[in-house]
Every structure is written in structure tokens, then in C-alpha cells.
């Protein structure tokens, strides 16, 4: 069965200080991914997406992310991050051209640390 | 442009009653879907629909959750009767499917604001 699996349930980061969330995919063929985060209370918002060509993909609010066949990963990375940054983040996976719906991770909760 | 639609914001509503929830996907969007989040079971897709037709409505945890899309700029999701379980925030999303926008994969799945469900 298709799954995307985020290890981390809560991350505490710093202010300024680099941050990655990871996330695991396990697909029968390479999966469309994508990151979304989502504020208290509010929808969720994308932050970039993977379908095929450069592995190092570039999205909103200075995050990047990194697509690794060879470990069934997809983190979420950013340099250093703002106190804005403290929200739910959600990886989630999707086949079929991206035309089916998602299967999204458990989520991980970012915390940031003054 | 307005993003994806929903309404109600927030319904409260008694065990036993009538729920309909509303959704008015971005204009132009071909696919649309219906998820529900709750802190036990996260994010989970309960059905979707490509031109309006359902595709795949194995999400839908019981015959009491039925889901229509009369129209290319309308849908609703009904619970009928209404269970304290059902208490959840229900999302929903639009996306163009493949080859609409001249490329081989879908577009991005653009999310509403959710409704944030509670049944007494």
C-alpha cells in the first residue's frame, strides 16, 4: 500500500538556527510529493512540490526540499528559520499523474524556540 | 482570484441531525476532493471527483457520509444521521487534471479553509 511516513510527531528549533523535517515515501513507482504547511486554525497552504527532473526543489518562504530515490525521502529543509515558521508541516504523496488524491503523512509540529 | 470555498466555517450540531457541508472549487479546476482531519487519524482523503463524476469514494468511512457534484462549481458533502466520531475538520480541495493545463500531470491540489465539525 502506498504510505508517506513523517518519524517526527514535534521538532523544537531555535530562531535562525536550520531546520529539516523529514519525511519516507513508500511507492510502487516514483510518487509525485509534496510539502504543505498549515497554520493553527487555518487551510493548508504549499509550500513546493516533486514531480520528475531536479531532485533539489525550491518552494515559498525560503524552503527547499530534496528528493532521494535511493532513501525513499523527500525532506523539508530551510537555513534558518523565522518565528512565522512555527506551524504543522505535512508531506504527502500522490500517483496517477497527481491526479489522485493524496495520501498525506502524520505531520510533524514545529516549535520555535526564541 | 477567490481560492477554494467552504461553507459553513464551523457547525455544531446535535447526534442524529443533518449535516451538509459546501464546496466551490477554484474556477476552471476539473478534479476536486474531500478530506477529513482529526488528531487520531490526520489527513484522509474521503472521495474525489474528475468532471464531476465520483472516481474513487473508498475513503468514505460509512453509507452515512454521501458526497454529490451536480455542477463543475459546486459540491457537498451530507452526513445523515450525524455521530459524535464525526467531529472533525473537513477540507476540500481543487486541482486541473492532467493534460488540462497542456501538461502531462495534474496541477497543484489548492485547499479551502476547511469546516471545523462538532457533533454533541
Known amino acids: 500500500a502506498q504510505s508517506v511516513t513523517q518519524p517526527d510527531i514535534h521538532i523544537t528549533v531555535s530562531e535562525g538556527a536550520s531546520l529539516e523535517l523529514r519525511c519516507n515515501y513508500s511507492y510502487g513507482a516514483t510518487p509525485y510529493l509534496f510539502w504543505y504547511v498549515q497554520s493553527p486554525g487555518q487551510g493548508l497552504q504549499l509550500l513546493l512540490k516533486y514531480f520528475s527532473g531536479d531532485t533539489l526543489v525550491q518552494g515559498i518562504k525560503g524552503f527547499e526540499a530534496e528528493f532521494k530515490r535511493s532513501q525513499s525521502s523527500f525532506n523539508l529543509r530551510k537555513p534558518s528559520v523565522h518565528w512565522s515558521d512555527a506551524a504543522e508541516y505535512f508531506c504527502a504523496g500522490a500517483s496517477g499523474g497527481g491526479a489522485d488524491g493524496l495520501t498525506f503523512g502524520k505531520g510533524t509540529h514545529l516549535i520555535i524556540q526564541p | 482570484d477567490a481560492g477554494v470555498i467552504q461553507s459553513p466555517r464551523h457547525e455544531v450540531t446535535e447526534m442524529g441531525q443533518e449535516v451538509t457541508l459546501r464546496c466551490k472549487p477554484i474556477s476552471g479546476h476539473n478534479s476536486l476532493f474531500w478530506y477529513r482531519q482529526t488528531m487520531m487519524r490526520g489527513l484522509e482523503l474521503l472521495i474525489y471527483?474528475?468532471?464531476?463524476?465520483?472516481?474513487?469514494d473508498s475513503g468514505m468511512p460509512e453509507d452515512r457520509f454521501s458526497a454529490k457534484m451536480p455542477n463543475a462549481s459546486f459540491s457537498t458533502l451530507k452526513i445523515q444521521p450525524s455521530e459524535p466520531r464525526d467531529s472533525a475538520v473537513y477540507f476540500c480541495?481543487?486541482?486541473?487534471?492532467?493534460?488540462?493545463?497542456?501538461?502531462?500531470?495534474?496541477?497543484?491540489?489548492?485547499f479551502g479553509p476547511g469546516t471545523r465539525l462538532t457533533v454533541l
Open positions: 480541495a481543487s486541482s486541473s487534471l492532467p493534460g488540462t493545463s497542456g501538461g502531462n500531470v495534474a496541477d497543484t491540489q489548492y
Open positions: 471527483f474528475n468532471n464531476n463524476v465520483p472516481i474513487d
